[in-house]
């Protein structure tokens, strides 16, 4: 029963580098989301995918890009990292009974 | 635009007392609501889902209620325990739409 599984846990960048982040869920969920979650900022969505093959925009996604090219799995990539984009993601899955959360990425950009 | 407003930021309570957390929202269209806790350097894990048709959830010690016409939401804790010390999240969603909106949490510390 993993749920929603996310890789790394831990990351460390220097500007300017690219990474992706790997969220895979077991629950055949339509909808993933990625947030971002900083003190003080409350949980900010980034991007979103209401199905495979889609994606959209949330509150904050520029530097970011998504890919959902399987149901199960959807990718949060930096292309080129800032020190701004250190913080601690979050992926989500969800259907009408609520969402369900992955364990988190911690993320440091230097 | 939903917003999402949870008061008190912290609350800080002995051991065994019964407590309330309460989320008010500014939309009162069409959503589920759903209560989270979350650990120190942990994700958030989910307590109570309210559909949009109804009024209450209970799960053991914790009962949380929507009220739509007042706009408020709130948790209610049971004889609390220092285990119960977290971070606690509201968070109203509609689903067809990929629509969320997050409170900033409630700190909780019970103290034994």
């Known amino acids: 029963n993993a749920g929603v599984t996310q890789t790394p846990k831990f990351r460390v960048l220097k500007t300017g580098q690219s990474m992706t982040l790997l969220c895979a869920q077991d629950?055949?969920?339509?909808?993933m989301y990625w947030y971002r979650q900083d003190p003080g900022m409350g949980l900010r969505l980034i991007h979103y995918s209401v199905g495979e093959g889609t994606t959209a925009k949330g509150e904050v996604p520029d530097g970011y890009n998504v890919s959902r090219l399987k149901k199960q799995n959807f990718l949060l990539g930096l292309e080129s990292a800032a020190p701004s984009q250190t913080s601690v993601y979050f992926c989500a899955s969800s259907r009408w009974y609520g969402y369900t959360f992955g364990s988190g990425t911690r993320l440091t950009v230097v | 635009k939903q917003e999402v407003t949870q008061i008190p930021a912290a609350l800080s309570v002995p051991e065994g007392e019964n407590l309330v957390l309460n989320c008010s929202f500014t939309d009162s269209a069409i959503y589920n609501l759903q209560w989270f806790r979350q650990d120190p350097g942990k994700g958030l894990t989910s307590l109570l889902l309210i559909q949009s048709s109804q009024r209450e959830q209970t799960s053991g010690r914790l009962n949380a209620s929507l009220d739509k016409s007042s706009g408020r939401s709130t948790l209610y804790i049971a004889a609390s325990q220092p285990g119960d010390s977290a971070t606690y999240l509201c968070a109203f969603f509609n689903t067809n739409a990929g629509k969320s909106t997050f409170g900033d949490g409630t700190t909780l510390t019970v103290k034994p």
């Open positions: 629950m055949n969920h339509e909808y």
